[in-house]
């Protein structure tokens, strides 16, 4: 069974599927990334999940702080549905917009300064990985979450809370200007 992580940087997620057994793959568009995790003895190849080998079908792909940072994240989770089988897991972890409060003392201006050029919720997230096929198993607002390739759920039981949250942020926001 093969993980994939995608923007390996260092290689520290990388190093820890290999530990516990499985075969590790890594890609990062970072040459001086790619050289760090290969000086650790990692297969980590420049470029994106959509650079695999045919015959290199992983069992999960995980996106660690880099979905965010995407030009075009739809079409990250597109090619990451591709590369899994019916049943593979995704994993996306992130800085949640939900999560200003804590780590920028409630200053979203802070927070949208951020090398982030997307600001997911976890419903934003999850209507975002529906497109491509993916379900939530399981999420927080801090964006670490899990999806499976497959029977797509409906995250609109997400959105009234969603919307409440929203609201609050924007009246934050409007109220600091």
Not at 12 to 22: A, E, P, T, Y
């Given at each position: 069974?093969?993980?994939?992580?995608?923007?390996?940087?260092?290689?520290?997620?990388?190093s820890?599927?290999?530990?516990?057994?499985?075969?590790g793959?890594?890609?990062?568009?970072?040459?001086?990334?790619?050289?760090?995790?290969?000086s650790?003895?990692?297969?980590?190849?420049?470029?994106?999940?959509?650079?695999?080998?045919?015959?290199?079908?992983?069992?999960?792909?995980?996106?660690?702080?880099?979905?965010?940072?995407?030009?075009?994240?739809?079409?990250?989770?597109?090619?990451?549905?591709?590369?899994?089988?019916?049943?593979g897991?995704l994993f996306?972890?992130a800085?949640?917009?939900?999560?200003c409060?804590?780590?920028?003392?409630?200053?979203?201006?802070?927070?949208?300064?951020?090398?982030?050029?997307?600001?997911?919720?976890?419903?934003?997230?999850?209507?975002?990985?529906l497109?491509s096929g993916f379900?939530?198993l399981r999420g927080d607002?801090?964006?670490?979450?899990?999806?499976?390739?497959?029977?797509?759920g409906?995250p609109?039981?997400?959105?009234?809370?969603?919307?409440?949250?929203?609201?609050?942020q924007?009246?934050?926001?409007?109220?600091?200007?």
């Amino acid at each position: 069974m093969a993980g994939l992580s995608h923007a390996a940087s260092e290689g520290l997620l990388l190093s820890r599927i290999v530990s516990r057994g499985f075969r590790g793959i890594g890609f990062d568009m970072n040459p001086k990334n790619v050289e760090a995790g290969r000086s650790m003895g990692l297969d980590v190849r420049l470029g994106g999940v959509g650079d695999l080998r045919p015959d290199e079908r992983p069992a999960v792909v995980s996106f660690v702080n880099s979905l965010d940072t995407s030009t075009n994240p739809q079409a990250e989770l597109s090619m990451a549905a591709e590369q899994l089988g019916e049943g593979g897991l995704l994993f996306v972890a992130a800085q949640g917009l939900h999560t200003c409060e804590q780590r920028h003392d409630g200053d979203i201006r802070r927070h949208l300064q951020a090398r982030s050029l997307y600001h997911f919720t976890l419903a934003s997230l999850s209507a975002l990985a529906l497109q491509s096929g993916f379900r939530l198993l399981r999420g927080d607002e801090t964006i670490r979450s899990m999806f499976e390739l497959g029977q797509s759920g409906d995250p609109s039981e997400m959105y009234p809370a969603e919307r409440e949250a929203t609201w609050w942020q924007l009246n934050e926001l409007e109220a600091r200007l």
